[in-house]
């Protein structure tokens, strides 16, 4: 198992749209489920800080998350613009092997 965890603080008033993009059923699932080697997405939300978000794409392996970045060019990059509109700012994390 491969994840990738990403760190966000949201912009406020746009609490909603952030979870409905990055969500489970959210955009950036429906772009990974396209790829073979997708599992799911988590989205977890502080409970000290209200803004700040983590989610963590789970892949079968770093192999099939490289392939889909691959593949996945201008649709990634604009669902990264459409998230950029809804962060103060983002960080990765890490991705890490299971």
């Given amino acids: 198992?491969?994840?990738v965890v990403w760190e966000y603080e949201v912009r406020p008033?746009?609490?909603?749209?952030?979870?409905?993009?990055?969500?489970a059923d959210g955009g950036w699932a429906r772009l990974f489920r396209?790829?073979?080697?997708?599992?799911?997405?988590?989205?977890?939300?502080?409970?000290?800080?209200?803004?700040l978000y983590l989610t963590i794409d789970r892949?079968?392996?770093r192999a099939a998350y490289e392939a889909f970045l691959q593949k996945a060019?201008?649709?990634y990059?604009?669902?990264d613009r459409r998230g950029d509109a809804l962060t103060v700012r983002e960080r990765h994390i890490g991705a890490f092997d299971a």
């Fill in 77 to 79: 990059a604009a669902l």
């Fill in 34 to 51: 396209r790829a073979d080697g997708y599992v799911e997405t988590r989205l977890f939300h502080d409970t000290a800080q209200p803004m």
């Fill in 1 to 3: 198992m491969y994840a």
């Fill in 73 to 75: 060019g201008p649709a």
């Fill in 59 to 61: 892949w079968h392996s």
């Fill in 13 to 23: 008033g746009r609490v909603a749209d952030f979870e409905a993009l990055y969500g």
